[in-house]
Structure formats: C-alpha cells, structure tokens
C-alpha cells in the first residue's frame, strides 16, 4: 500500500474527522482533533499496516495556536512507507489520549513529550518525567520556558 | 529455581525452610556493566530477576533546547555529543534534515557525498569495534576488548588527520564536509581496509567461536521481531531479530545505492533468533559489509568541491518542517527540525536510537539470570548520550 492508498483509506473511514491532508508536504501528514486519535491510530496499525511509532514530536506552536504533537509512522517492511499524524492542543487542555497500548515505544516517548512539553497523555499508565529530574519544575521546551535560578541550592551560571 | 529451593530446605537442619525473598537491586547509575550512567532498579529472587526498569535522563542536558539557542551551524556541533562514537552519524543526520529544508534545488558536491560515506562507515566500524570490546569484557573476555581499541585507534587516528577530532568531529556541515581529504589520507584508509579484514577472523577465533562466550551469549535476551518493532528498535538490534531493514538499502540516503554490501542479519545459529548472540554477530558482520564499502567508495572518489556553494556562511534554512533519518551505527537516527526561515531553528527533535532499544530491556530480561542482565544490557550497545540528549 502506498502512502496515497493509506491516505485514501483513512478518508474513507474518516471522512470529517480528518481536519487536513497535506502530501504534497515535505513530511505528507494528516491531521486530526486529539479525540479521534485512539481510533485513527488503531485504524493505521490495524488497516495499513504502520506497524512502527518511529519518533514522536512535542512542538510548542506558540501564542495563539498551541501545542502539537507529531507522529511519525511506518511500516517496517522494505517499503517504508509511512506518514505523519499531527494533533493540535490548546495551552490550557494540552491532553492528548495515550497510544501506548497500540505501540508500546509510545510509552517512553509519551513521558518524555510530558516531561518537555508538558503535553498530558491520557490513559497513559505512568506519566512521570522521563529526562529531567522529578522534582523539576516546568516544561523546558515550552517557548515560554525560564530557566530556574537555583536548584538544590546550585546556582544557575548560565546565561 | 523452584527445584533448587526445596532441595535447599531439604538439607536445611530442622527442616527450616530456606526460602529466598525478593529484593530490589539498584543497578547504577555508577556502574561499569551499564555502559555510562544508566541505572536499572531490578526486582530479584535470589539470582532471578524477575523485573526490572531503567531510568534514564543522569546525562540530560536538553540537546533540543541547546538547537533553539544556537545558529543552525553551531547546532551541529551539539549533535556531536549525543551519540558520541559515531559523531559523524549525527553530523550527517541533522546535516542531511537542514538540507532537506532546501529541497531538490541543492545539491552536494560529488566528491563529498563520497567523503560521507567512508567517513560514516569507518566510524560505524570504530562503534562496533568498541561496542564487540566491551561486550567481551561485560561477559568475561579482555582479551579482544585490546585487540578491538588498537583497530579503532588506527580509524581516531585517521580522523584526527581528516578533522583535528577524535571523537567529537564537527566534520559533516550542511552543503558538505569542513575539509578536503588528500590523497596521502585516502591510501592510508586504503591501506587500513586491507590490515582491518584478516583482523575480523581474529575476533572470529577469539569471541564469535569461544565456547564460553557462546554459552554466554546464546539463548539469552531473546528479543521477538514483532517486540522489537513495536518497541521501534532498529539498527543491529532489530537485525539480530531476524528482520533485514537498514536505511542504506531500503531508503538509500546520500549515494549508497551505488554501493554492493548486504545486510547481515540474525539465524540463531548458536540458539534462538534475536538472542545476545545474534546482534553480537550481526555487528562483526557488519564491520565487514562497512569495509566493502569503504574500497569501493576509495575506488571511485572523484575530485572537487567539498562544499556547496548554495549554502552560504551565514545558513538560514528556509521555511518548513522536515524529517530525515539515516542508518547510524545503534540503528536508525532521526532529527525532526522545524525552521521558521531565521538562522536559529525553531525546533529540533532527536530520535535516537538507543532510546528505544533500551526500553526493550525489560521485556527481554524478565526471568534471566541476574549475570545474564549484564549481558543483555551489553548486547543492546546503547550509547546514554543519545538516550538522554
């Protein structure tokens, strides 16, 4: 199956829920409201085959638009084929549904977009912060982010 | 176990029953089995692990916030860091995602699409000769840890004279390389080709046919294809599974389809297929396929520019989101960057590959023997400057 073949299958099934298809994109992807997500991810797995979550991406889109969340799938044939699901989360409901169960590397990249971005996986069985420390405050990645001037008591000399 | 057990209390005085309790182990994150600073809380029943869980994150330094800091040129010398054995993998990725941004219209010089290939596989082979030493030493052998470090000295020393580097390159910038290479410096790598071969029989005879290695090795840490899929293992890792994928072939980057090389994959010759044993010797396999390409690549090297002119000093990559990954030595690295048309990027995502073999760990090491972990561990190669960016 090709990348059009997937994306002619996914709206089909679809139809509105999908927001926007660009393939003609230097990375083709489709777009989805985070609540279609669980679906649309077992329905790639399932239907077409993407059976590899290759990487996924926290972007903080600033003021005004969000967060997004960036899914890079594949199959791990010698195709390759694959293509790109982006979601788009408010600030104040960053929440996205987990798909950890459907590919388990979710469960690691889940934390770590939680951890950097403060994007919330729900459903997600331990969201914790996987990178930085536990008791670290804020989300380094958000363009708003400040770096803190102390921690533990270790002063903070970079600019 | 279990068997043991009551024959333990069978002999104990008094019948008193000797049963073992569980424990949990912290493993690391100081610890010399774990290839850098990774710590691994095992749950144990007396030499059972029963469970286990990395954290990971002692090395983070947020790699990704460093990228929306720096200019797209002096980002690349953070990519150095990440999986530091293979620098110039990393270089070579974000180059190749900066220049995807500038779409079909650029165009890498010849000569240096020619240095990137046989920079790139010496350096996979200088990984694997690290990655084959330690294994050795992480399950009793020191012997071929020496005998591996002289080869890979030989390649540092190559690069030392290509870039003024060891190990943190800088080498492969978008549009090229930062230098030529003289002909002088290709016959020695010629000349290294031809020492290195007879010398992969040597480790043949030392590690791969060692009895106690293989019983070392075999069976232990069987990791399914299907697992590894899903856990988005690549690399040696996803090889050792049976599963032939590798970037060179399927998606060929840069100019590797004009090279001949196979992709060596695991059989379980000594046990079961995606044991330790496997993705040891898909990486001696390897290190031979990386030599084939290396020759042919000397063969053919034209002369020229080693950079193009399209990419001037000062780089602002334009506008747009790409996403590009190569076949680096721990399987596939990925960079997501995102430009917004400024000399700073707006956003860069590393995917790499030790971060997704190591959270296979648990999986593959449920009810192995607490020595065979160390093993286990070994046979993945992560590399925690990746893992943690």
Not at chain 1, 26 to 50: H, I, M, Q, Y
Not at chain 2, 280 to 305: C, D, F, H, N, W
Request: charged residues 25%; glycine residues 8%.
């Amino acid at each position: 199956m090709e990348r059009g073949a997937i994306v002619a299958e996914v709206r089909k099934a679809f139809g509105e829920r999908i927001t926007e298809v660009d393939e003609a994109a230097l990375e083709p992807f489709v777009r989805c409201e985070a609540s279609t997500w669980p679906d649309l991810a077992r329905f790639l797995k399932e239907r077409c085959g993407l059976d590899m979550l290759v990487c996924l991406s926290g972007i903080d889109r600033g003021k005004g638009v969000g967060l997004e969340a960036v899914y890079n799938l594949e199959r791990c044939d010698a195709s390759r084929v694959g293509i790109a699901v982006k979601i788009r989360v408010p600030y104040e409901a960053a929440v996205i549904p987990s798909v950890e169960t459907v590919w388990r590397t979710a469960d690691w990249h889940e934390r770590e977009a939680w951890d950097l971005l403060g994007i919330r996986f729900e459903g997600h069985h331990n969201l914790v912060r996987i990178l930085c420390a536990e008791d670290w405050e804020g989300h380094p990645l958000r363009k708003d982010y400040k770096s803190p001037d102390r921690y533990h008591g270790i002063k903070n000399n970079v600019v | 176990m279990s068997s043991e057990a009551t024959s333990t209390a069978a002999l104990a005085p008094g019948g008193a029953d000797l049963r073992t309790e569980e424990m949990l182990l912290n493993m690391g994150p100081q610890h010399p089995a774990t290839h850098g600073v990774l710590r691994v809380m095992v749950r144990t029943d007396g030499e059972m692990v029963l469970d286990c869980e990395p954290h990971v994150g002692y090395l983070h330094r947020c790699f990704e916030k460093h990228c929306e800091n720096v200019t797209t040129l002096q980002a690349v010398l953070y990519t150095d860091r990440l999986d530091y054995l293979t620098a110039m993998g990393n270089n070579w990725g974000f180059c190749m995602a900066v220049e995807k941004l500038y779409g079909p219209e650029l165009v890498i010089p010849e000569r240096a699409q020619y240095i990137r290939v046989i920079c790139q596989e010496l350096n996979r082979i200088a990984s694997h000769l690290l990655a084959i030493g330690t294994y050795g030493m992480d399950v009793g052998a020191i012997t071929p840890f020496l005998y591996c470090f002289r080869e890979r000295e030989k390649i540092l020393t190559i690069f030392e004279h290509i870039c003024g580097q060891r190990l943190n390159y800088n080498y492969i910038r978008p549009g090229g390389v930062a230098y030529d290479v003289d002909d002088a410096m290709l016959a020695l790598i010629g000349d290294f080709c031809s020492y290195f071969l007879p010398k992969i029989d040597e480790y043949d005879d030392l590690l791969s046919g060692n009895d106690i290695f293989v019983k070392r090795t075999a069976n232990v840490g069987v990791l399914s294809a299907k697992l590894a899929i899903d856990y988005g293992c690549t690399g040696p890792v996803l090889r050792g599974s049976g599963v032939p994928r590798d970037l060179r072939k399927d998606k060929p980057y840069g100019i590797y389809e004009r090279f001949e090389f196979d992709v060596p994959v695991g059989s379980g010759e000594h046990g079961t297929v995606g044991d330790c044993f496997d993705r040891y010797m898909v990486r001696v396999r390897e290190m031979r396929e990386s030599t084939r390409i290396v020759r042919q690549a000397l063969k053919s090297i034209p002369g020229g520019e080693i950079r193009s002119a399209k990419i001037k000093a000062k780089i602002r990559p334009p506008k747009g989101e790409a996403f590009t990954r190569i076949e680096n030595s721990r399987g596939d690295l990925g960079f997501y960057v995102v430009s917004d048309g400024k000399e700073v990027l707006y956003r860069v995502k590393c995917r790499a590959p030790s971060f997704h073999n190591i959270s296979v760990l648990p999986e593959i090491s449920r009810g192995s023997m607490l020595a065979d972990l160390i093993a286990i561990i070994g046979s993945l190669d992560i590399v925690l400057g990746e893992v943690d960016r």
